[in-house]
């Protein structure tokens, strides 16, 4: 009994240890726990492919999951709900070597700016190689691909309203 035990502890630590080494972004809403999606639960979404080319190369097949997709998911104040102090909110992407990117919500939502984002984690049908991984944005619409950020590993939802007006005086 003893060694059964000990077999089941030894194959829960080996279980939790490959867990943590998968590759996994944080994704953050305003005022919300981190949710932790790896690349089944990333897999399991609907997928986006989108063709797009950066620095003159010819357009090429990126594939994974819509920002607006991941916004959603994060709760993030869309459609109806982005108004007023929501329209101050951004989306933060940060990256595993500590750059970031914004944008603002106004522009990833479909009735305003529309902006097509996806988290890619596919390039012409095979995952993403350790230079542009595991996880990549793809900004299909930027003249310039500063935005394309790899090595992704957070989106966070952030409330860039203020309570206090531009004379400075409060709200």
Request: with cysteine; proline share 7%.
């Given at each position: 009994?003893?060694?059964?035990?000990a077999l089941?502890?030894?194959?829960?630590?080996?279980?939790?240890?490959?867990?943590?080494?998968?590759?996994?972004?944080?994704?953050?809403?305003?005022?919300?726990?981190?949710?932790?999606?790896?690349?089944?639960?990333?897999?399991a979404m609907?997928?986006?492919?989108?063709?797009?080319?950066?620095?003159?190369?010819?357009?090429?097949?990126?594939?994974?999951?819509?920002?607006?997709?991941?916004?959603?998911?994060?709760?993030?104040?869309?459609?109806?709900?982005?108004?007023?102090?929501?329209?101050?909110?951004?989306?933060?992407?940060?990256?595993?070597?500590?750059?970031?990117?914004?944008?603002?919500?106004?522009?990833?939502?479909?009735?305003?700016?529309?902006?097509?984002?996806?988290?890619?984690?596919?390039?012409e049908g095979?995952?993403?190689?350790?230079?542009?991984?595991?996880?990549?944005?793809?900004?299909?619409?930027?003249?310039?691909?500063?935005?394309?950020?790899?090595?992704?590993?957070?989106?966070?939802?952030?409330?860039?309203?203020?309570?206090?007006?531009?004379?400075?005086?409060?709200?």
């Open positions: 009994m003893r060694r059964l035990f089941c502890l030894l194959a829960c630590f080996t279980l939790a240890s490959h867990a943590a080494d998968a590759p996994s972004i944080r994704l953050i809403g305003i005022g919300k726990p981190a949710i932790i999606l790896d690349s089944a639960a990333l897999a609907p997928r986006t492919t989108v063709q797009a080319g950066a620095h003159g190369a010819p357009p090429t097949t990126w594939e994974g999951v819509s920002m607006l997709e991941l916004l959603h998911r994060a709760d993030a104040p869309l459609d109806q709900a982005l108004r007023g102090r929501a329209l101050a909110s951004f989306v933060r992407v940060t990256a595993s070597d500590g750059y970031q990117v914004v944008f603002s919500l106004s522009e990833l939502d479909a009735a305003f700016g529309a902006t097509k984002v996806i988290l890619a984690d596919h390039h095979k995952p993403l190689d350790a230079k542009d991984g595991p996880f990549r944005l793809i900004v299909p619409g930027d003249s310039r691909p500063a935005r394309w950020e790899h090595g992704v590993i957070s989106i966070e939802v952030v409330d860039g309203s203020t309570t206090t007006r531009a004379s400075g005086k409060p709200d």
